[in-house]
Structures are given as C-alpha cells and as structure tokens.
C-alpha cells in the first residue's frame, strides 16, 4: 500500500482503491489519477518517446506531459482522467520498448526483411519492354 503523504487535507476513510504502478493507493471519489500520483509523492510521471522523464506541468490537459499508462491504454492524461474504482495506473510507461519496437506489435525479424528485398528485387521479365 502506498501512503498518502502529500495531501494537504487527510482523505479520511475511503473505500476506493486503485493500483499505482501495481501498489494499491486509497483514493477518493471525484479525484483525479494526477491528484492521486501526486499524493504519493511521484513526481516523475511519464517517458516520453525520446526517453526524457516528464512529469505534469499545466494539470489542465494542454501539456501531454503526465500521460501514464491506465488499464493497459497508452499516453492517457492522468491530469483529465477521474479515478475508477480498481483502476490500473502505470507511470513511466511508453508505448514503444528499448528497441523502439510498439508494445504488442509482432517482432519483424531480418529474415523477414530480407525476404521483402528479395521479392521486390525481382527482375522485370522481357515481355514488359515491349511497346
Ligand atoms: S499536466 Fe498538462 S496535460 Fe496533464
């Protein structure tokens, strides 16, 4: 369980929980992820495509500096997004792995590029120079 450590006003008793970066995180209704990111003390929210640590900036939706990643979709602003009961939140998340590969898109090997070459290199027959 993460705690609370930032809230200028102690939540009290809440029954709503979600998951920040698989730790649970009491949360209250009507809140924000940001607010609730925030509470826990974590600053750095987000990799950007080009691997710079974000964190929120405007917390109105205009920067896309807070995208997290929530219930398995990509660069969600968290500073827009109330929180759902058992929500899935995770931070420093990008869509794009170290080898610049997208999350869930199939590995395209050198075989199969090389096999893409080798059919687009096929000579024209001779027939198709004839006017
Ligand atoms: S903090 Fe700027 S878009 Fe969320």
Known sequence: ML????DITPIGESQIQIYIDDEPVNVVEGETVLSAIHAVQKNQI???DYKANLGAYCGMGIC???????????????CKTLIRDGMRV?????RFN???IKDNQPLVTSADFE???ASSDQPESEDSNVN
């Open 90 to 94: 995770t931070t420093m998340s990008n």
């Open 115 to 117: 096999e893409k070459v």
């Open 64 to 78: 896309h500096s807070c995208l997290v990643n929530i219930d398995g979709k990509y660069k969600q602003r968290s």
């Open 46 to 48: 987000m990799q950007n």
């Open 3 to 6: 705690n609370r450590k930032a």
């Open 98 to 100: 170290d080898m610049g």
